[in-house]
């Protein structure tokens, strides 16, 4: 492979990547009020980048978007945000990408219900530790599952249903 065809190659990843990033920052800007926060749609991107990319990209999508996301609209969770969503959508990536490959909506499917539980811990111990009382966690702790699942269930049906899949393979083949 020459330089050229690899510079080609990395340009489109980093704008792919990047475009996702930016996506979960603007998911995160706004949220639907519920008791104790808000709940927030950007699961939705970060499962949905992560079936698609590989795992560095979907860590930087997932982790350091809403990283960014926090620290521009609400900064107090924002390194809950990093870690916690960062391996969510390693997670989902490893899985999507490295496990059943002879099944990938099934291996799909493991890895954004792995990684929709490890939003909901991360979620909640980090909820516990940074206002210090675990009644917080727990209040909150139904809008996270309700979060967890609508943003997996939305991800898988974009990808795989509105046959995202095949569209970015099919795209990413010309490259």
Known sequence: MNSKTTIRKTTRWLCVTALFMALNIVMSSFGLP???GHLYLNDVIICTAAILLDPFAAFAVGGIGAFIGDALFYPTPMFVSLVTHG????????FSHHVLKKKPVLASGIGVAVGAVIMVVGYSLGRAFIYSTPEYALLKLPYQILQAVVGAVAGMLICWQAR?????DKLTKKW
């Open 87 to 94: 391996l969510q959508a390693v997670v989902i990536s490893l």
């Open 164 to 168: 995202l899949v095949k569209l970015y």
């Open 34 to 36: 519920v008791p104790g």
